[in-house]
């Protein structure tokens, strides 16, 4: 008899990736589509759907081999009904995605919030792998957080458990924030927020830099650090110093094992995870410090779909 599969749904603004997924946690097949946002995303559920089908028989199988669909949305999530409380990337609120997705697949379907997704994929396959207690906090475009302790996600009363991103670091004085708030650690940990922070110091410093106003990237930030530009290495110190600071009153709360760092600017490497190591010591209630190893992330674009296969999976009847 043929293996089942699980389905891993990303579901990102921009694209939504999808893969089968064995229930050992091996890519078979991965592809991605782009994310209609046209009508307040009313057609999101029937692309998915439609595309999932269209796979199916172009790999020469059915649905029989599907055992369950595991979905990461951006927002949080109400983990009993699977209902995202707003998406506003997507143009949702209040939206019925479970319900929706299983009328379109008539298969069980879990869904979390995209971050927590990316967390149980690094626990299960990733850097995490082997750890029952760890924090993942992926540095992209804004900065999301998962909390997993003793092997299950923190989700909190409303599913906004784990927000590690709007810790406010700044109390008076920082930068607005999408969430409404400002001085989150989005506004300076993100890609955005180091621009931001890059173009400040730029216009206000007459120091020789590699850094140019109108080609600053978190990545050339980085970049130019590593060539022990003076500006930059400020700016990748004032990053690292909120960053340690913020995962240290995380870790002091859940005492973790591992702490993952991913998302595009972990792709920075060494001066990441070293100069932020330092601080988290620094910060840290000293036995947590001693407990945790802050790590890379390392499935890539692939954690989001291998945490919905482990969803969909621990999801189903045992």
């Given amino acids: 008899m043929a293996e089942k599969w699980l389905v891993g749904v990303d579901l990102g603004g921009t694209t939504t990736k999808m893969a089968f997924v064995t229930t050992d946690g091996d890519i078979v097949h991965k592809w991605e589509i782009d994310t209609d946002l046209s009508n307040q995303g009313k057609n999101i559920v029937k692309h998915i759907s439609r595309s999932l089908q269209e796979t199916l028989h172009r790999l020469g199988e059915n649905k029989d081999r599907l055992l369950a669909i595991g979905i990461g ?6 983990m009993e009904t699977g209902m995202l409380y707003e998406a506003v990337n997507l143009g949702w609120k209040n939206y019925p995605l479970k319900e929706e997705l299983e009328r379109e697949m008539s298969l069980p379907v879990a869904v979390d919030n995209d971050a927590n997704i990316a967390a ?22 804004g900065v999301g957080g998962g909390v997993i302790a003793n092997g299950q996600i923190v989700h909190g009363v409303n599913g906004a458990g784990g927000e590690i991103g709007h810790m406010t670091m700044i109390p008076s004085g920082g930068a607005p924030c999408n969430c409404g708030k400002s001085g989150c650690l989005e506004t300076i940990a993100s890609a955005t927020g180091i621009v931001r922070i890059a173009k400040e110091k730029l216009a206000t410093s007459d120091r020789q830099t590699l850094l140019r106003p109108d080609a600053v990237t978190a990545k050339a930030v980085f970049d130019a650090a590593k060539a022990e530009d003076a500006l930059a290495l400020e700016i990748v110190e004032e990053v690292t110093f909120y960053l340690g600071l913020a995962l240290a009153n995380a870790a002091n709360v859940s005492n973790p094992e591992k702490i993952v760092i991913g998302g595009g600017v972990s792709k920075a490497g060494n001066i990441l995870v070293e100069r932020v190591t330092t601080h988290f010591r620094r910060f840290a ?7 945790a190893a802050i790590v890379l992330a390392t499935l890539g674009n692939d954690a989001g779909v291998i945490g919905s296969a482990w969803l969909a999976k621990t999801s189903l009847p045992a």
């Fill in 285 to 291: 209630f000293p036995r947590v410090a001693e407990g």
């Fill in 73 to 78: 949305a951006p927002g949080p999530v109400h």
């Fill in 120 to 141: 149980l994929g690094e626990m299960w396959k990733g850097a995490g792998s082997g750890a029952r207690d760890l924090i993942c906090v992926t540095l992209g475009t």
